[in-house]
């Protein structure tokens, strides 16, 4: 589900002054994904971590910063500048509700500004924190059991096919298993786009993907997120 449920007697009796915003795209995702996967999956972690600790879910942003797939049909995005604008937005409104606290789950490795967007804030006196990092990934990858590391898999792999299968396995097409494709040197990645190493879409090893492996990835989000409640 991406969008919350809750009521605002809901919001109001369970109190909480952190809200969780996930943070997604639409872009790419080879052929066996679909085109809202980061936002599935960022929708999938902040529910799991604003149900273990209580925290104020809300709906997801769905399209960002995806110009490295503008090769590709179906993406869409919107400039950087403009998410960093409505984070400070939203933060804002969630300040008059006494919500002073933001946690952003970005699913979408081409959101460079949201690093820009929590130092910002931070620096400014309104606590915000960006969850997961990239080692955060590596680690929940390890404690997860998967065989492909971050770089390796970059898109549309082992991890994110293992995310579906797991949470809503109906938008996986069986090609998945035959959808591999690896470019470990993409050191041109920023200027030329993901086309220029992978004309599936693809940039990691989804046939190594389970439905297990990707409950394990979330319950291992949902653990390494508990040092974080110190820092909003």
């Not at 925290?55 to 797939?69: A, K, M, V």
């Not at 699913?107 to 990239?134: D, I, K, T």
């Amino acid at each position: 589900m991406l969008i919350t449920t809750a009521s605002s007697h809901d919001v109001r009796d369970q109190g909480s002054d952190i809200a969780v915003l996930p943070i997604g795209s639409f872009e790419q995702h080879g052929d066996h994904l679909p085109l809202a996967t980061d936002t599935l999956i960022a929708c999938s972690i902040a529910r799991r971590i604003a149900n273990v600790y209580s925290l104020f879910l809300l709906p997801p942003i769905t399209i960002s910063c995806s110009h490295e797939h503008a090769d590709f049909a179906g993406p869409v995005s919107i400039s950087a500048t403009t998410v960093h604008r409505v984070i400070g937005d939203i933060q804002e409104s969630l300040n008059r509700s006494s919500v002073a606290k933001l946690v952003l789950i970005n699913a979408h490795g081409g959101n460079y500004v949201l690093s820009n967007v929590v130092q910002e804030s931070n620096a400014h006196g309104q606590r915000m924190v960006l969850y997961p990092s990239s080692t955060e990934w590596e680690q929940a990858r390890r404690t997860a059991g998967l065989t492909t590391n971050v770089h390796e898999d970059m898109h549309a792999g082992e991890a994110e096919t293992s995310i579906l299968l797991a949470e809503q396995p109906d938008l996986v097409a069986p090609s998945y298993g035959e959808a591999d494709w690896t470019a470990d040197d993409r050191r041109h990645l920023l200027s030329e786009g993901v086309m220029a190493y992978s004309k599936s879409g693809v940039i990691g090893r989804p046939s190594l993907a389970t439905a297990d492996k990707g409950k394990r990835l979330l319950d291992a989000f949902a653990a390494q997120f508990k040092p974080y409640l110190g820092l909003v």
